[in-house]
T-cell receptor
């Protein structure tokens, strides 16, 4: 079973609209972290936002916020007031702190295209 | 500026040849990672190292080898045993706390001649 599922392979959004990118995860580890990364066409991975499993509040970083619903195991990224420069691949990733291999487990990503 | 440098940006491999991808960081991070990305896919973990002179296999280590002789350096060798090496390879490092993000290099694109 996939540990990180991103169900939207691609999305088209009008500039200035808000957009929600879905991410569900699967883990039995009570201690974990969830990360979102942006990958422009140039290929580099840009860290956007982090949510820890014990965090009481949803994370926010500028125009990015994370809608964390622990019971549903979802960690959706919300981008407010989208801009043309937001067009990129977006990846949700998880780190399980409790054990197993180190490193991040990534979803397959969502290709977001912002239209003028 | 602190960061991760990967080289080369593009690399071509002939059949039966080993090639080595370089990864250097000046972030003073103990942990370093190698990921592989195939078109339209997420990243998959190849190898990681949490400390000098120690490294562990990730999910897709077959056909790859690494070394960690210095804290700053974590080279990846794609051996001839890796039958499908064409991919985008990303190196990352991380600070000591689990809530810290991994920092990535700009990647190396490997193709078969």
């Amino acid at each position: 079973a996939q540990k990180i599922t991103q169900t939207q392979p691609g999305m088209f959004v009008q500039e200035k609209e808000a957009v929600t990118l879905d991410c569900t995860y699967d883990t039995s580890d009570p201690s974990y972290g969830l990360f979102w990364y942006k990958q422009p066409s140039s290929g580099e991975m840009i860290f956007l936002i982090y949510q820890g499993s014990y965090d009481q509040q949803n994370a926010t970083e500028g125009r990015y916020s994370l809608n964390f619903q622990k019971a549903r195991k979802s960690a959706n990224l919300v981008i407010s007031a989208s801009q043309l420069g937001d067009s990129a691949m977006y990846f949700c990733a998880m780190r399980e702190v409790g054990g197993g291999a180190d490193g991040l487990t990534f979803g397959k990503g969502t290709h977001l295209i912002i239209q003028p | 500026d602190g960061g991760i440098t990967q080289s080369p940006k593009y690399l071509f491999r002939k059949e039966g040849q080993n090639v080595t991808l370089s990864c250097e960081q000046n972030l003073n991070h103990d942990a370093m990672y190698w990921y592989r990305q195939d078109p339209g896919q997420g990243l998959r973990l190849i190898y990681y190292s949490q400390i000098v002179n120690d490294f562990q296999k990730g999910d897709i280590a077959e056909g790859y080898s690494v070394s960690r002789e210095k804290k700053e350096s974590f080279p990846l060798t794609v051996t001839s045993a890796q039958k499908n090496p064409t991919a985008f390879y990303l190196c990352a490092s991380q600070g000591q706390y689990s809530n810290q993000p991994q920092h990535f290099g700009d990647g190396t694109r490997l193709s078969i001649l």
